[in-house]
């Protein structure tokens, strides 16, 4: 079952914009498995949402883990792939602070995380995820997975217009 994210991904900081500047308030997050709208499944979500007050506007610094069902690119299983996010935004108090990422105080004060985490953690996903370092991968006769199995096929017999060439290659060796 996924927790819904207007529950733990909203933080209340309308108390820290009344605060002087340097003042800060960590809020821990321990979510053992979460949909991020629209795509994303993440479980064991864990980490420190610290929130710091500044002139210029509220600092949220993220540093987080969570892990992510993915398929190897070489032997096709699914894996959980660990994931880790560290990243800071200004929620700006005023339109002459805003940085690139155009965010701001919300009136409410309360901040909703989801678009932010959901974007840095589909970053952190590898390109072309590995279920482990020495994957064999699948054997490219029979399909099997190497890693479960081992195939005995003799050698694949190649195209006998190149035969010439291979024996060229067998001399040189």
Known sequence: MTTN???FLRLNVGFII????GYHR????DIPSIHLPPDLDLDSLSGTVRVTRTAQGLLVQIKMTAKITCECVRCLTDFQQPLEIDFSELYA???DSVTESGLFVPEDGRLNLTPLIRE???LAIPISPICM??????CPICGENLNE??????????????????SLLN???
């Open 26 to 29: 960590d809020f821990s997050l």
């Open 18 to 21: 009344h605060q002087t500047v």
């Open 149 to 166: 199995t081992t195939c005995n096929h003799e050698d694949e017999v190649g195209d006998p217009r190149l035969a010439v060439l291979k």
């Open 133 to 138: 370092p020495d994957c064999k991968g699948l």
């Open 120 to 122: 840095e953690m589909l």
């Open 93 to 95: 108090f005023r339109p």
């Open 171 to 173: 001399k040189r060796g």
């Open 5 to 7: 994210t207007r529950d």
